[in-house]
């Protein structure tokens, strides 16, 4: 089993920048891929960003060019760094890992962190 804790999240101007931490913990070797997803009020969730360990990723168009996954094998820790936030982006973001090479990644999954862009 993995664990998956996220960080980071909070209320930011438009404009601005937040980053997202995602921290697994438990049977982490088992983990060939992570992502985020987000859901907004009244939405269904979405994936806004995905990574394996292969070096593979994945964007939404929505925040291709503003948005940077990555990972640090060594913190066990994946990371969504988010810049120049529009509204449009408040939701609860939440991290997923899976252990297989896979870009929609869903086997574990976070508690959410709520973000919230104001205009």
């Known amino acids: 089993q993995v664990q998956l804790v996220e960080s980071g999240g909070g209320l930011v101007q438009a404009g601005g920048s937040l980053r997202l931490s995602c921290a697994a913990s438990g049977n982490y070797f088992s983990i060939n891929a992570m992502g985020w997803y987000r859901q907004a009020p009244g939405k269904q969730r979405e994936l806004v960003a995905a990574?394996?360990?292969?070096?593979?990723?994945y964007y939404a168009d929505s925040v291709r060019g503003r948005f940077t996954i990555s990972r640090d094998n060594a913190k066990n820790t994946a990371y969504l760094q988010m810049n120049r936030l529009k509204p449009e982006d408040t939701a609860v973001y939440y991290c997923?890992?899976?252990?297989?090479?896979?870009?929609?990644?869903?086997?574990?999954w976070g508690q959410g962190t709520q973000v919230t862009v104001s205009s």
């Open positions: 990574v394996t360990s292969g070096g593979n990723s």
């Open positions: 997923a890992a899976d252990e297989l090479y896979n870009l929609t990644p869903s086997d574990y």
